[in-house]
């Protein structure tokens, strides 16, 4: 890494965060209930279920100026839906190797399984992931144009299935 | 496009919210930023949910014409039902109605009054964004077809059949072997008050026997299942019997004549014969044999009919011309109670059983105990004369053992006891019990261990390692020896016994996989269907209108079996009762036009939802049987599945507004999102 520019200094990172009504929406609502605190950076959108995630979020949410996303979910085997969890897991390897086949660190899409009955968990967890892409830096800046453009929805796809 | 009338509702939840963020700039600031984007009305309220609160917004939707309301207050688990509501009341459509979490999601985890202003704005921001996108949405209305279907006639899926045909309404039961009763049929005394099994449960067989509500299929097996609750269309194989039931008055010389008698593995446990026209037991129901055609002489060789040839009624029951019959049925709900097999011991060589002629199997022991049984009730040995002056009992065989099941098989240390305090009052012999922990919990259980403890009952705490006839001491020739490490001295022992009964465990069905998948629900590891919550929902199911009783649930003992019996037969009629229900609209649809027939997500869909039109070539997905997670919608390579209440374009929409507004007045970033609305369409 280059030294840190002015920029990075005062750097508030954006986080987006997908979870499952099930049980990682329902582990951030009881971190409110204990009053567990992680940093503002991160954005909670609810799915129905982690099998939603579609890799096609991750890459617009990046390019739209987000710094990271964390994806969340049932713990595996504990799905709502069975074991849509494990297509999310394997979604989540592919968008990670995609990633760095695009010369983007692949930390800035983390995965956390979270029950409903891990607040505190998810709130550490969360409270780490937003540190740990502090440290990597905004993905975007003034003179960068990001090169996400290259990846077609078709490649997306590849990997979702 | 339209431009939707969009109302946004802050609350203050007293000082919860108030406290951490500026709900007053909040407002104002979702009045004047978001105007352009459709919000014409924002307020902040001290308690959204209360009467007043919902009046605020009820009267807006009239006077200002919202059509899309935003409710930033609470978690959607706690009051979404009750912002949907107020707004049906109200006249729009509850699902055009969004909630931000702003107590749990913010309030109560940030600090910074500052920050957590700013990513409240995002997220409201974010959810006019996608409340625009929103459509409206009707529940699914199912009529609930009335009859139910009971697979499985042991004493759980007896109990639900009665419970439902005792209020009055159909059912089919359907069994596979040719009588109903299940392993209860089998046992001799039932544990811990010691009834006859036979006394409490013949009764019961009877009134399903003669039920006007049920319509009872024996020698009959489900061989698929359609629809979805409400209407399932079931197609269930009834057996040919080769028995006329019309004619049939149950005498049994046909029984008796016939010449081919072989080992009755089933109902026996192997220890005694049955011929090839049978009823597995006198008081079976119905009663009604069958022919075994794979041991049947004439259908074997061509040449026979004993069992015609004695059959006393004109016309003749016998009717070698039967042929299975395939019947279609609609029922509404269906309850499996397909019960369990028991742990093989063969599995543990090194305790003997199928090769050390005095080492028994649970379900053997009860046949010898059964007064109907092979023996009479004498408990002897493999020899058929001797009585056993010492007898061992191994408790766990088969569970709570990493190479075999993890689980502990619930019922075996009371069967255990039971077995011990048989053997002490009909034999007075010696008893040892090898157990690795005693597990006796609900009413009368530890009383009942209390009362064998008297009984001079020996207890040995440790794994058996072994059962041998290899004598090594005096006193062991012609002996079974149990080996095992006693945990309370810490020293091996050698045990010398006459008899050995190994305690086998309770598994799932053999087939307990393919059941699951016919009919659509879960098994876990093991192979025990699964139940939609382990402690506040165990006898429904993930698919809606499927059930699950008695031990292919998990291992339990008889009234256990029954309570769930009895449950999953009042959540059916409580369904039967509603006469239709109303399924949540919030799913995925396939877009006919653009499916391109290619079939990826209908391996993909848990709940068997995506069907196939042959005709159109194109997929079709099953409202009622979809439950809306959404993993085709994102695997479909033709984005040819929408999900309503989870379509790409409202979770971008989402996202869209979540980030833009992430930006503004965020002096830290200098970057404008290269991601704008226009895109997503
Ligand atoms: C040796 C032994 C002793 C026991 N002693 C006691 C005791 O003293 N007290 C006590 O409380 N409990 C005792 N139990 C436990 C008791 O047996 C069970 O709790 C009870 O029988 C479970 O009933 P069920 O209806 O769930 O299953 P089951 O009795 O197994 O009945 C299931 C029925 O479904 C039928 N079936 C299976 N698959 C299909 C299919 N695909 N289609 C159609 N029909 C199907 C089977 O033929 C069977 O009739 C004992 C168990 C054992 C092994
Ligand atoms: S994945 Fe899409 S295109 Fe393929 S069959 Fe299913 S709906 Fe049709
Ligand atoms: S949304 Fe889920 S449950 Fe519904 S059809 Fe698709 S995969 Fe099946
Ligand atoms: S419901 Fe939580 S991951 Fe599927």
Redesign the interface.
């Known amino acids: 890494m280059e030294t840190l520019n002015a920029e990075q200094l005062n750097f508030e990172p954006v986080v987006v965060g997908f979870t499952c009504n099930w049980c990682s929406y329902r582990a951030a609502d009881l971190a409110g209930m204990s009053r567990a605190k992680y940093p503002a950076n991160i954005r909670l959108v609810r799915f129905m279920c982690s099998g939603r995630l579609d890799p096609v979020f991750i890459m617009k949410a990046l390019k739209g100026g987000a710094d990271g996303v964390l994806i969340t979910g049932c713990h595996p085997g504990e799905c709502h839906y069975l074991e849509q969890n494990y297509k999310a897991l394997k979604r989540f390897k592919l968008l990670r190797r995609m990633l760095s086949q695009f010369g983007y660190e692949p930390e800035r899409v983390q995965l956390v399984w979270a029950s409903a009955a891990e607040g505190t968990y998810l709130a550490h967890q969360i409270s780490r992931v937003v540190e740990e892409i502090r440290a990597l830096g905004p993905l975007h800046r003034a003179s960068d144009t990001p090169s996400f453009e290259l990846i077609g929805d078709a490649q997306l796809q590849e990997a979702t299935v | 496009m339209k431009q939707e009338r969009i109302g946004v509702y802050v609350c203050h939840c007293g000082s919860n919210i108030a406290g951490t963020v500026d709900v007053g700039q909040l407002s104002s600031w979702a009045a004047d930023a978001l105007e352009k984007r459709g919000v014409v009305v924002a307020r902040d309220y001290k308690f959204m949910c209360s009467s007043l609160g919902q009046e605020l917004i009820k009267s807006d939707i009239v006077e200002l014409s919202l059509t899309r309301v935003v409710v930033a207050a609470c978690?959607?688990?706690l009051h979404e039902k009750t912002f949907r509501t107020a707004c049906q009341q109200a006249g729009l459509n509850p699902y055009l109605m969004e909630m931000v979490?702003l107590?749990?999601?913010?309030?109560?985890?940030?600090?910074?009054k500052a920050?957590?202003t700013?990513?409240a704005k995002?997220?409201i921001s974010?959810a006019v964004e996608r409340v625009a996108l929103h459509e409206p949405l009707d529940p699914i209305s199912v009529p609930i077809e009335a009859t139910t279907l009971v697979v499985g006639a042991g004493i759980s899926g007896i109990q639900a059949a009665l419970e439902i045909a005792d209020a009055g309404q159909k059912v089919v039961l359907v069994e596979r072997e040719p009588s109903i009763g299940g392993h209860m049929a089998q046992l001799d005394k039932t544990f811990p008050t010691l009834d006859c099994s036979a006394c409490i449960l013949t009764p019961k067989m009877v009134t399903v026997g003669s039920h006007p509500n049920i319509n009872l299929l024996t020698w009959s097996e489900v061989e698929a299942v359609d629809g979805f609750v409400g209407q399932f269309t079931v197609t269930i194989r009834k057996k040919a019997r080769y028995v006329r039931e019309d004619v049939c008055t149950g005498c049994g010389i046909c029984m008796e004549k016939c010449p081919s008698k072989l080992i009755d593995q089933v109902y026996e446990a192997g220890l005694g014969y049955r011929s090839a026209i049978y009823r597995p037991f006198p008081q079976a129901i119905p009663k009604y044999p069958v022919i075994d055609k794979a041991n049947c002489i004439y259908f074997q060789r061509g040449k026979c009919k004993a069992c015609q040839l004695f059959c006393p009624t004109t016309p003749n029951a016998i009717d070698f011309e039967q042929e299975d019959q395939i019947l279609q049925l609609t029922v509404g709900n269906i309850i499996l109670a397909t019960g369990y097999d028991l742990f093989d011991a063969r599995r543990i060589p090194q305790y003997g059983y199928g090769r050390l002629a005095n080492v028994f199997s649970s379900l053997e022991f009860e046949r010898l105990c059964n007064a109907a049984g092979p023996t009479e009730g004498k408990i002897l040995l493999r020899d058929g004369v001797s009585q056993p002056e010492s007898v061992g009992i191994i408790h766990c065989v088969g569970s709570r053992d990493r190479n075999y099941n993890n689980y502990c098989s619930a019922i075996c240390c009371m069967q255990s006891l039971k077995f011990a305090h048989l053997v002490k009052e009909r034999t007075g012999a010696k008893v040892t019990n090898f157990y690795i922990d005693i597990r006796t919990p609900y009413k009368d259980y530890d009383e009942f261990y209390q009362h064998v403890l008297q009984e001079k009952v020996e207890f040995v705490r440790g794994r058996v390692a072994e059962v041998t006839d290899a004598a090594r001491r005096p006193g062991e020739e012609g002996k079974l020896i149990i080996q095992v490490e006693d945990t309370f001295i810490g020293k091996q022992r050698r045990i010398p016994v006459d008899m050995v009964i190994l305690s086998a465990g309770i598994e799932p069905r053999h087939d307990s996989k393919e059941v699951s998948r016919k009919f659509g629900i879960?098994c876990n590891g093991s192979g025990f269907f699964t139940e939609l919550h382990p402690k506040l929902d165990p006898v429904a199911t993930?698919s809606k209108g499927i059930f699950i009783a008695g031990c292919a649930q998990g291992p339990k003992d008889i009234p256990a079996s029954v309570v769930q019996g009895a449950a999953a037969a009042a959540r059916v009629l409580g369904t039967i009762q509603q006469k239709s229900l109303d399924l949540e609209p919030?799913l995925a649809q396939v877009i006919d036009q653009k499916c391109s027939g290619c079939r990826?997500c209908s391996n993909?869909c848990?709940?068997n939802a995506i069907g196939f039109d042959l005709e159109r070539q194109i997929s079709t997905i099953n409202p009622a049987l979809c439950?809306?997670?959404?993993?085709c919608?994102?695997?479909c390579?033709s984005h040819a599945i929408s999900?309503t209440q989870?379509s790409?374009e409202q979770?971008?929409a989402?996202?869209?507004g979540?980030?833009a507004e992430?930006?503004n007045g965020?002096?830290?970033?200098?970057?404008?999102?290269?991601?704008s609305q226009a895109e997503l369409v």
């Open positions: 978690s959607p688990h979490s107590r749990e999601h913010v309030a109560w985890v940030h600090s910074d920050l957590a700013q990513k995002a997220l974010g879960s993930m919030v990826i993909l848990p709940f439950q809306g997670c959404g993993t919608v994102s695997a390579p999900g989870f790409t979770i971008l989402q996202l869209h979540l980030l992430s930006f965020n002096g830290a970033r200098t970057q404008s999102p290269a991601f």
